[in-house]
């Protein structure tokens, strides 16, 4: 039997289906589903993983013998060697945490153990117990493995983590590996008729990485989080690339912070090449700035207007025409697409998440590249003959197939693991999901746009003379389409000036005058940080939209263009002022380059990963006695962040606080526990508002609902914005069968501000139904036929729907049945 292992259940799923001669057979072991069908004669069966199924940790202590010195003790009781530096204190210590009499633990979060934990032995944990479990089942009984994992650093690492449990159970089975770059038939089959050896080196690169980024990651998240754990947000998160890409952020705030505008002043024309005998045509008219283009000084901006007024010619003085030639657009790769996607609303997390479901149905290459340079073996016709599918390409791609041999743009990245990303089948709007598909469109458009010729745009200059004062009329037309017919992203619109020669006079209608600022310099857009990171060299295609998804969970930035939140701001205050090295992109990219060559045989993990603990810990160094400085600075971007209003009670800020208990988020007074004032929040994301309740002059938030348009909330209660009329929706099926008429009410608690349908005799029957926060409320005649409660209609900006509101309703748990044996998509 040949065991083929991919990195998800879907690979293993789309590899069946291509490899076998007929459909494969779905079974599972113990909990995992697995694919068997027969390939070329041979028994083969697919197990999918879910990504990583080992995970690197620390282990949980470190004890120190006299004879063999310092060892760290794994979960399982067993002494792995450990490598710490002398200048750290040797045991024995007094028993107090960290400490015990002969070692340290690493389990607490304690700021004495930080300068072991930079040196800590890792071992190789458990993550997926299930899939370990029936992975290891039909290793036993394979007589080949076949590795088929992504063919990135990250996918050799899964799979090398694949096959080390499988050797625990199978020692002598070969063990190959499947290079693919597409689910298609074709790529497949080539790859499992060419199986290589495992890349040892690249999986190293990928372990490195992983180590890394974990000895980083959770030094720093302890320190920043011991030092001041408390309140809005809790931990404190940082990491190596995590914490430079912060600081790019927050430094172009705060040259925005320091920027002082200037004052300026513009001046423009308005202007009718009409003949002034003719009749007026409103395609004539036309504007044309000043050729000063900004006046410094508002006398000179002054002393212009009035040299002008009262014209009521201008002399063309001269007309420029040039042609420019636009060069079509290189390949995608990973940044490439997903700025170009930023710039089309769509977020480089939600990229990566649709482009994977791309190419895991077929309908993409695989979407995380470095290569901007298409391969020689790839048939660019064929790709083109594929998109004729699609109505809206099929002309285009009919010009480009009469054309004969294509010939593609080329772009500066050229790698041989995997091809750029282009489109591997055809696909109309009918066969994706609609956000999926207007990425699909644009990746096929930008295939096709790489095949094209140039766009020629001709620009027109127009100086024009009034009263010897100048004005510069400039115009765009696009005279040759070019790639520009199937790839408009970026046109810009015709800007097309009437026909005018030299030395005609046409009408002047007057000039205006406009004082503006200067601006300071724009903040950064998802897309602009991710082409930033690239170029400074931090993180990786495959990590790059992750890592800013993270600054955002953890409230350090907000809003896109991004801005920071005063908590990260004052996070890379604080790294900068005391551990310089963290903030700064240098000693990243250095990192990223050593993993470089760790994948090309130049450098050993275990190197890279002893000088990656030693930068780490001459950092711990330089924090950790400045600890009461930086936990006074994070306590105030707390606070800065949090403040919602003023207290009506004390006159103290009203702060978004964390339940020590729950962990749940409410509003609570900072005068606590003097003042005990707390507010509910309502469920979604949170953010404070300058402008209070024009109602009751209460402070507001606005709330972001799960697929909702956010919304502008009094934080009070008892606000007259919160409250509800209570309205009966129909009659409790509780107190029906026990021959009681009583109502059911829908109403929305004055305390929590959570809505419910009550039966009115709740205090006998015990019946109550939750409903959804937000969303007019309908009555309707109808119960459900499941249950008996009464039907209600909810009406929201995506529509009303009809639901039952009882959540024990057997009608729900039937759905929820049915929901695991909907088939995957093919």
Known sequence: MKLIITEKNDAAQQIARLLSNKAPKQEKVYNTPVYRFESGGEECVTIGLRGHILEPDFTPQLVYKKKGGWQGITAEGEAVPAEIPDSLPKPPFKKKKPFSVDGVDLKGWKMEALPYLAYAPIEKLPKEKDIIRSLKNLAKKADEIVIATDFDREGELIGSDALYCCREVNKTSPALRARYSSFTRPEIEGAFSNLVDIDTALADAGATRQ??????????????????????????????????????IVTR???????????????????????????????????APHATARFKNEEEANAVMAAVDGAKSAIVSNVEKKKRTQAAPAPFNTTSLMAAAASEGISPARTMRMAESLYMDGYISYPRVDNTVYPSTLDLAEVVQALQKNPAYAPYCQKLLAKGKLVATRGKKETTDHPPIYP????????????????????????????SEGAVVEGTKVVLDVRNQQFVAKGDVLVKAGFREIYPYGLKKDEQLPAMDAGQTIAFNGASIKQDQTKPPARY???????????????????RHSIIERLYNVKYIMNDPIEPSQLGIAVIDALDRFAPHITHPEMTAELEAEMDHIAESKQTKAEVVMESRNLLAHELAGLMPHSDEVAEALKDAVAADAYVGKCPKCGNDLQIRASSKTKSMFIGCAGWPDCDVTYPLPKGKIESVEEVCPTCGMPQVKVTAFRSKPRIVCINPQCATNQEPELVVGKCPVCKEKGIDSNMIARRNPKTLKRSVTCENFDECNTRYPLPQYGDLMATEDVCEHCAAPMVVVKTARGPWKLCPNFDCPAKDEEAAKKPMRKTKK
């Open 525 to 543: 857009s998802q897309g602009k940080l991710i082409q930033e990171m690239e170029k400074l060299g931090l993180g990786t295609k495959s990590t």
């Open 424 to 451: 591997t089948k055809g696909a109309t709007p009918d066969d994706l999901k609609p956000a999926e598909y207007k990425l699909y469109n644009l990746i096929a458009r930008r295939f096709l746009a790489t095949l």
């Open 211 to 248: 180590d890394i980024d974990l000895i980083w990651g959770a030094a720093l998240t302890r320190y920043l989080t011991i030092v001041k754990f408390a309140g809005y947000g809790n931990v404190r998160s940082s990491g190596r690339v995590q914490t430079p890409t912060l600081a790019l």
């Open 253 to 287: 705030e705060k040259e925005r912070m320091v920027f002082v505008p200037e004052d300026y002043w513009v001046i423009k024309g308005f202007f009718d090449a009409t003949a002034q005998t003719g009749p007026t045509d409103a395609q004539d008219e036309f504007e």
